[in-house]
């Protein structure tokens, strides 16, 4: 079984920052691209940034260019979202998704619950 965990959401204001967490536990061999995805109110999920385990750039919606930055810990199996310059339409539950090599060397993705960011203007 594999465990994925956020932390760190909460409610800033305008222009303020905050910092994403997500932990995977469990099963695991390793870990491959781990993403960030949102759902905002009445809107669909939509994938905010994401991390190749090695070799390949960083991906960001347009949305976030400049005011979000990913990065991974891989002896923790964390993946962090640094969020500055918050907007409220940056308001959303956002989510982690990561593939793991697991026990049986096949690669499955995994959600967490997600973590509520809400920004007041």
């Known amino acids: 079984q594999v465990q994925v965990v956020e932390s760190g959401g909460g409610l800033v204001q305008a222009g303020g920052s905050l910092r994403l967490s997500c932990a995977a536990s469990g099963s695991i061999k390793s870990v491959e691209t781990m993403k960030w995805y949102r759902q905002g109110p009445g809107k669909q999920r939509e994938l905010v940034a994401s991390i190749p385990r090695a070799g390949s750039t960083n991906y960001y919606a347009d949305s976030v260019k400049g005011r979000f930055t990913i990065s991974r810990e891989d002896a923790k199996k964390a993946v962090y979202l640094q969020m500055n310059s918050l907007k409220p339409e940056d308001t959303a539950v956002y989510y982690c998704?990561?593939?793991?090599?697991?026990?049986?060397?096949?690669?499955?993705?995994?959600w967490g619950k997600g973590t509520q960011v809400t920004v007041s203007s």
């Open positions: 998704y990561v593939d793991v090599l697991g026990s049986l060397y096949i690669v499955r993705g995994y």
